[in-house]
């Protein structure tokens, strides 16, 4: 028990490991993921969120660069000879009004891109991936007795709009900085017990690629639909044909997924208006299928248009990025590492996940990459929802929220074990 209070207090858990006069006012993880949590900024808006990060590694005694890809932090804790080993977070929260409940809920509103006023929470766990990331400082700065090599830590932006890492790298990520022998990261997971973590070896995560497809028509009054081409007809059966490029295009035992997530077009009851917005994202693991979605896609659209005499549409791809790979090698090197800090019984395997994440874009030029999942729900809770037949607010849920301070502490430990075992001193 002594020794665990010790480690707690050495990462600042449950006390200051900073105490510098002029810092930041919340020492303590649990305060420093509050703060973050009440103060949540969009994809590369992340001004206050970068300018904390980069002053709490700072305080750990790293060489700290910001601006790095916009908004991106590059700390440096270099411990004699020995290899380099990147380790991530994300700093960038989602669109996403917060209805948790929770004392320190977020309450921020902000302007969209498009002008809107959304509500913004960090709903996909960077709070806690930005946490851990200062705690695994905090206590290798702390132990270097333990390790020797070189740490890289990343703040990263603009994870949920797939950009910040592309913008890291091509603003020389990996020629300013040094380049990693292996680069680690993170990611809470709605599904798994706090005091648990999981893993994937090869494809962990799917390719992302967002369409935008403007469907046009002529618009009219809604009494005299014959003088008109309705673009919001045209886009229901779209919508609806779109449905078939997974199943009769794509093979059956290859993963994809063509979700259409947004759809907005006309003013009132009575008006056919001139047009309709689609937003999409598709998913796989290989780049073909991607190409055979995007074809399909292009192909309906087209068609559809001519079959209702309606203008050609417009389809822009944008956003995309492709598969996590977690390499193989890798993950059984670091897997034991895992199991030693948290025991065997926490560690366990699990299926890929469609989900998307550009973190497998640091594996360029051949940087083995590893990002290992993050139990934040009490065991309790996930057999109380499962008992009644329901699944936990997913990730991007608006009532998603982890219990902070075992997922903190499993987090940092189990990023601390793997740094170590991989820097061996």
């Known amino acids: 028990m002594l020794r665990l209070l ?6 600042g858990l449950l006390a200051s490991a900073a105490g510098a006069q002029d810092g930041p006012k919340e020492t303590s993880l649990i305060g420093l993921y509050t703060h973050l949590h009440t103060h949540p900024e969009l994809s590369f808006k992340e001004v206050e969120t970068s300018k904390r990060i980069a002053t ?16 991106g932090v590059v700390a440096i804790l270099k411990n004699g000879a020995g290899p380099t080993v990147l380790v991530r977070s994300d700093l960038d929260a989602l669109p996403v009004t917060e209805a948790t409940g929770v004392a320190y809920a977020s309450k921020v509103t902000t302007k969209d891109d498009e002008g809107n006023t959304v509500g913004v929470m ?18 290798l700065a702390g132990h270097k007795g333990e390790w020797r090599g070189t740490l890289v830590l990343i703040g990263q932006p603009a994870e949920e709009r797939i950009g910040g890492a592309k913008a890291m790298l091509a603003d020389g990520l990996y020629t300013r900085f040094p380049k990693p022998d292996f680069a680690l990261a993170l990611h809470v997971s709605h599904e798994l017990a706090t005091g648990k973590v999981a893993y994937t070896s090869g494809p962990a995560m799917a390719s992302s690629t967002s369409v935008d497809i403007h469907v046009l028509g002529k618009g009219g009054h809604g009494a005299m639909p014959h003088n008109t081409v309705d673009p919001i007809v045209l886009a229901a059966a779209l919508v609806m044909d779109l449905q078939t490029i997974v199943s009769r295009e794509v093979s059956p035992i290859q993963p994809a997924v063509i979700t259409v997530g947004s759809i907005h077009g006309g003013t009132k009851h009575n008006i056919i208006p001139s047009e309709v917005r689609l937003q999409l994202t598709l998913r796989s693991f290989d780049e073909s299928v991607t190409k055979t979605l995007i074809d399909g896609i292009k192909r309906r659209a087209e068609g559809l248009a001519i ?3 309606a203008p050609a549409p417009k389809v822009t791809l944008s956003d995309s990025t492709p598969p996590t790979i977690n390499t193989p090698n890798l993950v059984a090197k670091v897997v034991p590492f895992l199991k030693s800090a948290i025991g065997a019984e926490n560690v366990q395997p ?3 996940t469609m989900g998307a994440e550009d973190f497998g874009l640091f594996g360029q030029g051949g940087v083995p990459t590893f990002m290992f999942r993050l139990g934040t729900i009490p065991a309790e809770k996930l057999a109380a929802i499962a008992a009644k037949g329901e699944t936990p607010p997913s990730l991007h849920s608006p009532i998603y929220f982890p219990d902070p301070e075992p997922s903190i502490q499993t987090g940092v430990k189990a990023m601390t074990a793997a740094v170590c075992g991989l820097l061996p001193k």
């Open 307 to 309: 079959a209702h005499k």
């Open 6 to 11: 010790a480690i707690l207090v050495s990462i």
């Open 56 to 71: 709490e590694l700072r305080l750990t005694g790293a060489e700290v660069t910001e601006g790095v890809g916009q908004y």
């Open 122 to 139: 960090h709903a996909c766990g960077h709070d806690i991936h930005m946490t851990c990331l200062v705690g695994t400082a905090r206590w």
């Open 350 to 352: 699990v299926e890929p």
